[in-house]
Nanobody
Framework: QVQLVESGGGSVQAGGSLTLSCAASVHTFSTGCMGWFRQAPGKSREGVATIDQNHQTTYADSVKGRFTISTDNAQNALYLQMNDLKPDDTAIYYC??????????????????????WGRGTQVTVSS
């Protein structure tokens, strides 16, 4: 059973930066795919950024140019560098991973529906 643990959340002012980390209990990230998702109060969970088995990245339009997803296979870790944070980025951020070779036209939405492993989330709060 793979366990994912997020860290790095916190409270920042608009324009600030945070780096989220997701640590896996086993060597997960050398194959398969993973991503970051978030859920704001009163809203549905949405995709933020994903990286597939070919290391191709996808970003939600709302975070393009501000967020960067990356992996460190040696550390079994997934990261999300978040710059120029906005109050609308306030949410609980979840890490997701799946060991399968997933393919879909809308990869982010697909991963959000089928990912086998999820972390418990880390809170990000951005004040104006």
């Amino acid at each position: 059973q793979v366990q994912l643990v997020e860290s790095g959340g916190g409270s920042v002012q608009a324009g600030g930066s945070l780096t989220l980390s997701c640590a896996a209990s086993v060597h997960t990230f050398s194959t398969g795919c993973m991503g970051w998702f978030r859920q704001a109060p009163g809203k549905s969970r949405e995709g933020v950024a994903t990286i597939d088995q070919n290391h191709q990245t996808t970003y939600a339009d709302s975070v393009k140019g501000r967020f960067t997803i990356s992996t460190d296979n040696a550390q079994n870790a997934l990261y999300l560098q978040m710059n120029d944070l906005k109050p609308d980025d306030t949410a609980i951020y979840y890490c997701a991973a799946d060991p399968r070779n997933l393919v879909s036209r809308d990869f982010m939405a697909f991963l959000g529906r089928v990912a086998r492993y999820w972390g418990r989330g880390t809170q990000v709060t951005v004040s104006s």
